[in-house]
């Protein structure tokens, strides 16, 4: 792989050791996929920040890196275990917490922006179209390549670090233009009514693809809501990081498509797809925001439940950025009336639930496949209308 004289330097120690043990972890994973060089990133998002992911292993690597590193680059991180300030409130236990604090001052020494979110995109990292970024988290990666056009693969959590740490990834992937030509059509003839749809269709083409980049046909409206929990869906049930949608997406115009196999997303597959992720029957809590809940899915949220209690007790996880403006506009105050909470920093799936529930409803399918094996749950999954109401 061709280095600068400047990634030369890195890689010799002559920025410090931890500085040239990330180059090193960069250019073995760049020989792996042969790439042909090293090239700048914009922004990073650094996943394996949750203290159950990554458990005492993952804090002290972590430690290690904070001794020595800063990052180079705007840097965010994903959802955490808990929410960082009213964890209590959670129900999370003090050990927990003091754990995941620290992996957090690890981070926070080494640069990054506390953000702890998924949708880093709507608190503050937004990438460009053909921008180069290092994303870990799925959902994320799916919606910057998809829905912006920037360029990520989806990155481990040391990869993703060791990009923050020199401001350089691989150019190989997902970064180059022949690998972002769709091999798939999707054509869609079923209603979609709803970003339960969506994110129902994007786990029935995650399953029948599983690997590759889908070129959708036939969606006739889409808001970012919907194409968030497509994205985190389809990128869920399979390894997919980049999808296209005919008149949505800004590269679907530049895909040839011609002569590619088509798969169709009907009535029928709709349905199927709701009955495989239903595995529950009485909910103990609904759970919003996976991904990160949108501003304005708050606000419908509160719309929905505006004077009136909710069916069950309820969460809306997002980002610290988006519960502040929440909370300015007293949306906070409507919801906790209706029996809801807003949770920052965290998610259904990466904290502890399965020490307080048993069975969950969510109206996100990448949530609804996660939480039975990652959280020993029973699922429900259905609309935020008929969750709430
Ligand atoms: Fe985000 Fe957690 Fe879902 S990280 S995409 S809310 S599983």
């Given at each position: 792989m061709h280095l600068t004289p400047e990634q030369e330097k890195m890689l010799e120690g002559e920025h410090g050791e931890m500085i040239a043990k990330m180059m090193r972890l960069l250019v073995r994973l760049g020989d792996v996929y042969n790439a042909s060089k090293m090239i700048p990133v914009a922004s990073v998002q650094v996943a394996g920040v949750s203290y159950k992911s990554i458990g005492d292993a993952g804090l002290e690597f972590l430690q290690d890196i904070a001794r020595e590193a800063r990052v180079k680059v705007l840097t965010f991180l994903n959802p955490a275990g808990m929410d960082l300030e009213n964890w209590r409130e959670m129900g999370i236990d003090e050990g927990f917490a003091k754990k995941q604090a620290a992996i957090i001052e690890a981070f926070k020494k080494m640069g990054i922006v506390i953000s702890a979110t998924c949708t880093p995109y709507l608190a503050g990292n937004l990438p460009r179209?053909?921008?180069?970024?290092?994303?870990?988290?799925?959902?994320?990666?799916?919606?910057?390549?998809?829905?912006?056009?920037?360029?990520?693969?989806?990155?481990?959590?040391?990869?993703?670090?060791?990009?923050?740490?020199?401001?350089?990834?691989?150019?190989?992937?997902?970064?180059?233009?022949?690998?972002?030509?769709?091999?798939?059509?999707?054509?869609?003839?079923?209603?979609?009514?709803?970003?339960?749809?969506?994110?129902?269709?994007?786990?029935?083409?995650?399953?029948?693809?599983?690997?590759?980049?889908?070129?959708?046909?036939?969606?006739?409206?889409?808001?970012?809501?919907?194409?968030?929990?497509?994205?985190?869906?389809?990128?869920?049930?399979?390894?997919?990081?980049?999808?296209?949608?005919?008149?949505?997406?800004?590269?679907?115009?530049?895909?040839?498509?011609?002569?590619?196999?088509?798969?169709?997303?009907?009535?029928?597959?709709?349905?199927?797809?709701?009955?495989?992720?239903?595995?529950?029957?009485?909910?103990?809590?609904?759970?919003?925001?996976?991904?990160?809940?949108?501003?304005?899915?708050?606000?419908?949220?509160?719309?929905?439940?505006?004077?009136?209690?909710?069916?069950?007790?309820?969460w809306i996880c997002t980002s610290r950025a988006v519960k502040e403006i929440a909370e300015r506009m007293e949306l906070d105050e409507k919801i906790s009336k209706a029996g809801g909470k807003i949770v920052a920093d965290t998610c259904m799936v990466v904290s502890p639930i399965e020490k307080l529930f048993s069975t969950t409803a969510v109206n996100s399918a990448k949530a609804a496949h996660y939480l039975p094996g990652f959280c020993k749950q029973k699922v429900i999954f259905k609309s935020m209308e008929e969750l709430l109401l």
């Open positions: 179209y053909r921008q180069h970024i290092a994303w870990s988290e799925s959902s994320a990666v799916s919606f910057a390549n998809s829905v912006i056009g920037a360029r990520t693969n989806r990155e481990g959590g040391p990869s993703a670090l060791a990009a923050a740490i020199t401001g350089f990834t691989p150019y190989y992937g997902l970064h180059l233009d022949e690998n972002r030509q769709s091999n798939v059509i999707v054509e869609v003839k079923a209603e979609l009514k709803t970003s339960t749809d969506f994110a129902a269709m994007g786990h029935y083409v995650g399953r029948e693809v599983k690997k590759g980049i889908p070129y959708f046909k036939g969606i006739k409206n889409a808001d970012v809501d919907d194409l968030k929990g497509l994205g985190a869906a389809i990128a869920a049930s399979g390894a997919i990081a980049l999808y296209h949608a005919e008149g949505i997406t800004p590269e679907a115009k530049e895909v040839n498509i011609e002569g590619l196999e088509k798969i169709e997303f009907g009535e029928e597959e709709k349905r199927e797809t709701y009955e495989r992720l239903n595995t529950g029957e009485e909910e103990d809590i609904i759970i919003f925001g996976c991904p990160h809940a949108s501003l304005k899915e708050i606000i419908k949220i509160s719309k929905l439940v505006e004077g009136r209690k909710a069916r069950k007790p309820f």
